[in-house]
């Protein structure tokens, strides 16, 4: 017995040792590229350490729409300020790990003015994005987030873990460079009912469900909070769509008010209703998001 | 608990250190904790189910021992173990599809009845232990097995955890004696049962879970689907369900090496087959000898008259088709079965002709198509819309899109089976290649399931027969 363990053990660190060792190589190559905000989907990419910026903005794909294309320019050229933005997009994003993220963001010593939280009603009624197990797999291999993520992530921290580590042997890790900056030209032709449904069944997997917006309610207050302790200001944006409202659209709003003074809060369900705007049903393409840019401003400005 | 996942791993590791730390001169104390391990194995799915895996260990082992010390009394022994075995079976699996096709055929007469039936759960594995434990019992009547004396040997040998839930359905001739046994470890075993193991997550993680997913998106929505994409829905079940079963299989014979213990071989490359015949050669070999050795030959076997022939070919089938659960889908498979391989004994094969071999596996392969689409459709309606859907004039030749994963892993599997297929599997490494070669091997198929294989911990499809 003693030789097969022998084997056994031998095979198995030689194995971890060069998967590691392949990963290592993987993660280098992909993070030896100088990212800006624009060119990634990644956070952690771009994420750098005692940074200074005027805005931060978070949420799900309708807040990384405004860093995606040209639109994160065209954000800080209006604003005439600078902004990382670390929404999460592609239905990987929600409350639990936004505040993961944005916990790391203070731990690495970086400040931030304004938090510009893109807050999409969907995320109070979804919990299945904050416990997708492949939600960092765009993220280089950080040791210093490995950490974080084990001593604050959630339920599935362990199986996001493995997953977040895995995912850079894949094919599109391998292939992950610094994305074109072009202009979002698609234009969506008009309102198909169908469609729309079929996006809110996605997008409230559960329907809405009371305990899990008052649950959802307890992480963004947590979110709030933390932004509020290393003396950001918040606001809350709840993004245009060509449909106006998002089911539990009032709730939302109602919990949020509750803050008062200490939360800025916009609403902008109807500021956009053209279709002309949108590239689909509730994100903005660059035409959009150039007029939308400016009224998101002034109103900033006034409030 | 799951092969395919963590907690089995350190289940195992555990189970395995102290097993072999029991010096094999205690054997008492080595199946004693066996059959703890297989208990705490089973009721790891639902703790009150052991009752019942117990009480058919305890009527099958009485019964043994009864008709070994009272020969004259054993056909009662035998048809009282029957009835409490079957009678088990038939209640927790059967007794709701039989009532409903009962009072559904009494509305057809015009009679209404209400009968009211609680819906029970299904105990895991209920039909495999089942089965095992009865060709213990049956063995015993017929005298070509000694009753066994030792209660603990014989309830580890009906509750062996690795093949408990999904077979191999084992013969108490070819394992009991292995339990009742002091074993002693054994490098080049526990080798291979380490190779069968990682050949098993591989059908299973890399192929069998990655195939699921697009499985059920053309099945649940067939109706909106084309000619191609339902022919495609089906090979993909076809592989889905080999290697989901096979792979079960063969963690459980690699686990079992890993204890010193062979279990049978349950597969023998059934898609290579080049006709029907041979396919329940090398398909569920378990059950098809089972049902071989207790039903078909008692009943005739096919040395009586042609329609008797006929007759034991389709209960068989019949039966198989019901082995898999309650539902008339598994009874128009075993049918469909039965059909092919009657058509072909007494026709195909008296023909001179013969397909070129890789024609003849083909033509097989596409001939056991339809009675999978039976056997993944929820009811009768559904296969019998998908299967007209297979034949109709398509709009459009789009297949749906296959990602890497499900392309890479079925190339991996047909390489390697097709490599091996006179050996006992598809890792199945001669000695004679050389070590870095097998352990560079060895390391991409666990860098392929690790990169590309699923960690969705999905159940294996044959948990629910």
């Known amino acids: ?303 | 608990m799951l092969f395919n996942t963590f907690e089995y791993l350190v289940f195992f590791v555990v189970f395995f250190a102290v097993y072999w730390a029991i010096p094999a001169k205690y054997l008492y104390g080595q199946n004693l904790f066996l059959l703890l391990a297989s208990y705490i194995f089973y009721g790891w799915w639902d703790w009150r189910f052991l009752s019942l895996i117990m009480l058919t260990t305890v009527t099958s082992f009485y019964a043994g021992k009864w008709m070994s010390s009272n020969p004259g009394q054993r056909k009662w022994a035998l048809w009282l173990t029957l009835s409490i075995n079957f009678g088990i079976l038939i209640y927790f699996k059967y007794a709701a599809f039989f009532v409903s096709s009962f009072t559904a055929s009494l509305a057809v007469l015009g009679i209404d009845i209400n009968l009211h039936l609680v819906k029970l759960l299904l105990p895991v594995g209920i039909s495999f232990y089942t089965f095992q434990s009865l060709s213990y019992v049956i063995d015993v009547y017929r005298g070509k097995l000694p009753a066994s004396r030792n209660l603990v040997e014989f309830a580890a040998f009906v509750s062996f955890f690795p093949q408990l839930v999904a077979g191999p359905i084992e013969r108490a001739g070819n394992l009991l004696p292995q339990i009742q046994r002091s074993r002693t470890f054994n490098n080049l075993q526990a080798e291979e049962g380490l190779r069968l193991i990682l050949w098993g997550l591989v059908k299973k993680m890399l192929v069998a879970d990655n195939c699921a997913p697009v499985v059920e998106q053309i099945f649940s929505a067939h109706q909106t689907m084309d000619s191609p994409a339902l022919w495609f829905g089906a090979v993909l079940f076809a592989f889905q369900i080999y290697c989901d079963f096979s792979a079960y299989s063969e963690i459980a014979m690699g686990s079992g090496k890993l204890l010193g213990i062979e279990l049978m071989q349950n597969f023998n490359y059934p898609y290579f087959a080049k006709d029907i015949k041979e396919f329940w050669k090398k398909w569920h070999i378990s059950l098809t000898t089972w049902f071989k050795d207790y039903v078909f030959l008692p009943m005739g076997g096919s040395r009586g008259s042609k329609t008797q022939t006929i007759r034991n070919v389709a209960v068989v089938f019949l039966l198989s088709g019901l082995w898999h659960g309650a539902n008339l889908t598994f009874v128009v498979w075993g049918i469909y079965h039965a059909l092919l391989y009657l058509v072909f004994v007494f026709m195909v094969d008296k023909m001179k002709f013969r397909l070129p071999p890789f024609a003849a596996m083909l033509f097989t392969f596409f001939s056991v198509l339809p009675g999978w689409v039976y056997f993944r459709s929820g009811d009768l309606s559904q296969a019998f819309s998908y299967f007209s859907g297979m034949f109709q004039q398509p709009d459009d030749w789009h297949l749906p899109l296959l990602d890497v994963k499900v392309t890479g892993g079925l190339l991996t599997l047909l390489i390697a089976e097709w490599w091996n297929r006179n050996r006992l599997f598809g890792l199945d490494l001669s000695c004679k290649v050389p070590m870095p070669l097998r352990w560079t091997l060895y390391g991409l198929l666990m860098l392929l399931i690790l990169i590309y294989g699923s960690f969705n911990e999905v159940s294996f499809i044959y948990f629910n027969f």
Request: include cysteine; charge should be positive.
């Open chain 1, 1 to 303: 017995m003693n030789k097969f363990l022998k084997r056994f053990f031998l095979f198995s660190i030689l194995w971890v040792g060069m998967t590691m060792a392949l990963i290592l190589i993987a993660n280098f190559r992909v993070t030896s590229y100088p990212f800006k905000n624009n060119q990634t989907e990644s956070n952690l990419l771009v994420l750098k350490e005692q940074a200074h910026y005027n805005f931060l903005v978070m949420g799900i794909s309708h807040g990384r729409n405004l860093s995606r294309n040209t639109h994160h320019q065209k954000f800080e050229q209006v604003f005439n300020a600078r902004m990382m933005n670390l929404s999460q997009g592609e239905s990987l994003g929600g409350l639990e790990n936004q505040l993961l993220y944005l916990r790391y963001f203070f731990h690495k010593n970086n400040k931030a003015d304004t938090l510009l939280f893109v807050l999409s009603p969907s995320l109070m009624y979804n919990d299945e994005t904050d416990q997708s197990d492949i939600a960092f797999y765009r993220e280089p291999l950080k040791m210093s987030f490995v950490r974080h993520l084990i001593h604050y992530g959630g339920d599935r921290k362990w199986w996001q873990l493995l997953f977040y580590i895995k995912s850079k042997l894949g094919h599109h890790w391998w292939t992950t460079k610094p994305l074109d900056k072009k202009d979002n030209m698609l234009t969506l032709s008009g309102i198909d009912t169908m469609e729309m449904q079929k996006g809110f069944a996605l997008a409230y997997p559960r329907g809405l469900n009371l305990k899990i917006f008052q649950s959802r309610c307890q992480v963004l207050d947590r979110l709030i909070r933390e932004a509020l302790s290393q003396n950001t200001a918040v606001t809350m944006v709840i993004p245009p769509a060509v449909f106006g409202q998002w089911p539990g659209h009032k709730e939302t709003i109602a919990f949020l008010n509750k803050y008062g003074g200490k939360v800025k809060v916009l609403d902008h369900a109807n500021a956009i209703v053209n279709p002309a705007f949108y590239s689909d049903h509730h994100h903005l393409n660059t035409m959009g998001v150039s007029e939308y840019l400016v009224q998101l401003e002034r109103e900033i400005k006034e409030k």
